[in-house]
Every structure is written in C-alpha cells, then in structure tokens.
C-alpha cells in the first residue's frame, strides 16, 4: 500500500463528487414514490403486509429491506426527500470509501486514484443512482465493499477496518438485493486467482476456504434467504414486455451496454472498449520485455475485473430476459462500479509498460478526456441545483401546478407532501390494494394519474 504526499486529495475529490451528484433538489419520480407511500402507515407489521403482497406485483424483485428502512426514517422524522434517499446517500459514501481502499490496495498513485475518483463520479448512470430511494446504488457499494474485502490479504482482514467493509458490504448486499449472489460469488473467486498468496499452499483448497471466510459468507447467505423467502422469493411467473424496449435489440443492446459501462469517456467508450483488450493482450506480447512484471501483471488483473463486470451484466440481462421483463440500464450499476475501479488499475499497468513519453501522453490524455467530462456533468449540475433552490423559494402551489399533468397525481403528492414537511399524509394509503388471497391487487388507477 502508498503512502504519496498529497493522499489526502483523492478523498477530496469523493467528497465533492458525492455532495456534486446528491442533487437535492431532484423531485421524487415514480419509482421512488412507490417506497414514499410506506410511510402512511400506521406500524410496522401493516407496512411489511403490504411489502410482502406487492413485492409479486409493482414491487417485483424487492426484498422489502431498503422499503422498511425508508418506513423507520419517515415515521421518525417526516416527509422529506433526504430521509427516503438516506440510505443511498450513505451507499455512496460506502462506494467511495470502497474504492479507496481498493487503490491503496492496489499500490496505485495519488494520480491515479484521483483519476480513478474522476472515472466513479463521471460514470452518469452510475451516480444517477446515488439522488434515487431505489436498491441500486446500495447494490454497487455492496459489491466494492465485498470486492475490497476480500482483495485484502487474509491476515489484514483481522484489522477492525477491513473487517467492517466486509461485514458492511455482505450483510447489506445480501438483505438489498437479489442479484448479491451473483456479485459476491463472482468477485470472491476472481480475488482468490489474482491475488498474491506466498507460501506452500497458494492454490490449495485451504487456502481457498480461508479466503471465501466462511463465517462471514455463511451469514451472509442466510440473511439473503431469510429474507427473500419472506418476499421476491414467494413470487414467480413471466411479464408481458418485451425486455429490449428500453435498451434496443442486437447492436443497439451491445452499443447500451458499452456506453453505460464506459459512459465516463462519453463518445469515446467504444474505442476504450476495443483498446482495453488489446492493450492487456500487449502485455504477453510487444510490452513483455519493456514493462516490470508488476505493471503487467496490473493491466490483465484489471483487464480481467473488467470483463467480470461485463459478463455480470450480460448475465443480469439474460435473467430480465428469460422472465420477459425490461432490461434498464440501472440493473448494472454494480457491474458499472466495478469496470470504473478497475480502469485506474488498468491505466496505471499500462503507462508502466509503456516508455516514458507515451506514458506521459496515455496520463495526459486520459486525464483530459474524464476530466472534461466530470468537469461538464458538475457544471451541469451546479446548474440544477441553482434552479433547485429557486424553485425552492416559489410558494407550494406555483411550484406544483403542472406537476399534475407531467408527472400523475400520486408522483405531485408525494412531492407536495415532502415540500410541505409533517407525517406522510395517510390518503397514500389508498395506493396498494391487496386482495384477500395474499396477492398484490392493482394499484389505485392506472399508473400513477388516479387521485386517491
């Protein structure tokens, strides 16, 4: 692990980046109006019936954990926007401090990890998530926690730091969200090939137990069960869309996929896509004598990280496939997190092997691309948040008078509701209707333009 003067700017750089892509300001959309509702109701037990019934329904796919949470933080301190995304707010603080680890870890300069800070903050899909009461973003921290964890060496993960990341990122991957396995699973048998294990027993099945630490996985693997046996797991069956409606189909899904993935180089993704694996091939080949073995090794273990995050995806997506339902973009959030950590990895390994001047430019321009585009989405968002706060100013009723007509009814109540302060009004009640069989019943209307 480095140790460089001037460590103390790439936490900087996070910190802006989180207070930058927390736009307060943003009015609550439907989705999340779903979670709002929750905090009509009267005790806990009422609130998880309804979870319970609606996760077969508009709440398909939820393990009712992030909702709950949402509940205590609303009965406890009212409507408020703040309070229903808090723990996405805290997800990113934890995707942060993840990713800093991971570079300390990593042996990575102080260049490089702030670099690696500008990737994180310049991947748009990835933050949108950050301003939103929804499981995905706790989902991609959840993953680079677990993913800092279990990088550590197995006599570090005893310091009471590396042992809270892990504990953190497995218990709150497995009660968030259904596709933590697969992300837990996937990042505990990459770090067990790439990490460095001297000693007799480098590749023994020992060694293997110790590094999946089976305590740690075990709990982790009961929490998911306990809790999706009580919800998403009770419900099954197929949907009537077509799962490529959001994304395109063929080339368009793949340029989706590509663009999301390496959406902090903006219009440049493609070629990084086509570069990165030709650069790792390099490292066998044309860079294997003028490279150090470590800025080798660095570029395919990143390389590697990479193609993990991608095929994760291509596999969330199969299984939004195979059931009929929409593939968005969001669904591979955790996927997006890992390809952005693993780019400084990789563009350090790479200007390690290259000689110095190219070195110099692969920094300068990497530096100048990301740097452009992180620079672009703040200014932007500097402007939101100004517009914000004027809007902010406007009396209640000037401020929602159109939001009725653009957004539905249900979606302007929740904003007027958090505008306005108090409890959640108990007219949200009228929402979820459940049917006596245990199923969940239609909502109150169609979408969400039925008053109450």
């Known amino acids: 692990m480095t140790h460089d003067r001037g460590a103390g700017w790439p936490g900087a750089l996070a910190a802006v980046g989180l207070l930058l892509a927390a736009d307060f300001w943003r009015p609550l959309w439907g989705d999340e109006v779903l979670q709002f509702i929750f905090g009509a109701y009267d005790s806990v037990g009422d609130a998880w019936r309804v979870i319970q019934a609606s996760t077969g329904g508009v709440n398909h796919g939820q393990t009712g954990a992030y909702i709950m949470v949402d509940w205590w933080l609303l009965r406890t301190f009212g409507a408020g926007k703040f309070w229903l995304r808090l723990p996405s707010y805290l997800a990113g603080v934890l995707l942060f401090l993840s990713a800093l680890r991971l570079y300390a870890r990593w042996g990575l300069p102080v260049r490089w990890q702030a670099w690696g800070i500008l990737v994180l903050y310049a991947t748009t899909p990835l933050m949108d998530q950050l301003a939103n009461a929804r499981p995905y973003l706790p989902l991609a921290a959840a993953t680079l926690a677990t993913l800092a964890y279990y990088t550590e060496p197995v006599a570090m993960r005893r310091r009471p730091g590396v042992r809270?990341?892990?504990?953190?990122?497995?218990?709150?991957?497995?009660?968030?969200?259904?596709?933590?396995?697969?992300?837990?699973?996937?990042?505990?048998?990459?770090?067990?090939?790439?990490?460095?294990?001297?000693?007799?027993?480098?590749?023994?099945?020992?060694?293997?137990?110790?590094?999946?630490?089976?305590?740690?996985?075990?709990?982790?693997?009961?929490?998911?069960?306990?809790?999706?046996?009580?919800?998403?797991?009770?419900?099954?069956?197929?949907?009537?869309?077509?799962?490529?409606a959001n994304i395109g189909a063929g080339a368009a899904a793949v340029g989706s996929l590509v663009h999301a993935h390496g959406a902090a180089f903006g219009g440049l993704a493609p070629v990084m896509a086509a570069c990165v694996p030709l650069m790792a091939l390099a490292t066998w080949g044309v860079w294997k004598r003028r490279g150090d073995r470590e800025s080798r090794r660095r570029a395919r273990a990143a390389a590697g990280l990479m193609a993990l995050g991608l095929g994760l995806s291509v596999l969330v997506s199969w299984l939004s496939w195979r059931v009929s339902y929409v593939i968005f973009d969001r669904q591979w959030v955790a996927s997006m997190a890992m390809v952005a950590v693993a780019m400084p990895w990789f563009a350090a390994g790479i200007a390690g092997c290259a000689s110095r001047r190219?070195?110099?430019?692969?920094?300068?321009?990497?530096?100048?691309?990301?740097?452009?585009?992180?620079?672009?989405?703040?200014?932007?968002?500097?402007?939101?948040?100004?517009?914000?706060?004027?809007?902010?100013?406007?009396?209640l009723a000037a401020r929602f008078s159109a939001d009725e007509v653009s957004r539905g009814v249900w979606v302007t109540m929740a904003n007027w509701n958090c505008a306005a302060g108090g409890p959640v009004w108990p007219a949200f009640r009228k929402y979820y209707m459940v049917t006596g069989d245990d199923r969940p019943g239609r909502p109150n209307g169609v979408g969400y333009n039925r008053p109450p």
Do not use: E
């Open 358 to 395: 190219l070195a110099a430019a692969w920094t300068v321009a990497l530096f100048a691309v990301v740097g452009a585009r992180a620079a672009g989405d703040a200014g932007r968002q500097v402007g939101k948040d100004l517009a914000g706060w004027r809007a902010a100013q406007l009396p």
């Open 164 to 244: 809270w990341l892990g504990w953190t990122g497995m218990l709150t991957g497995a009660l968030i969200h259904p596709y933590f396995p697969l992300y837990a699973l996937g990042v505990c048998v990459y770090t067990l090939l790439v990490n460095d294990r001297p000693g007799p027993h480098r590749w023994s099945t020992r060694a293997a137990v110790a590094h999946a630490d089976l305590p740690l996985a075990g709990t982790g693997a009961i929490a998911y069960l306990a809790l999706g046996s009580a919800t998403w797991m009770r419900h099954g069956g197929r949907f009537p869309y077509d799962p490529f």
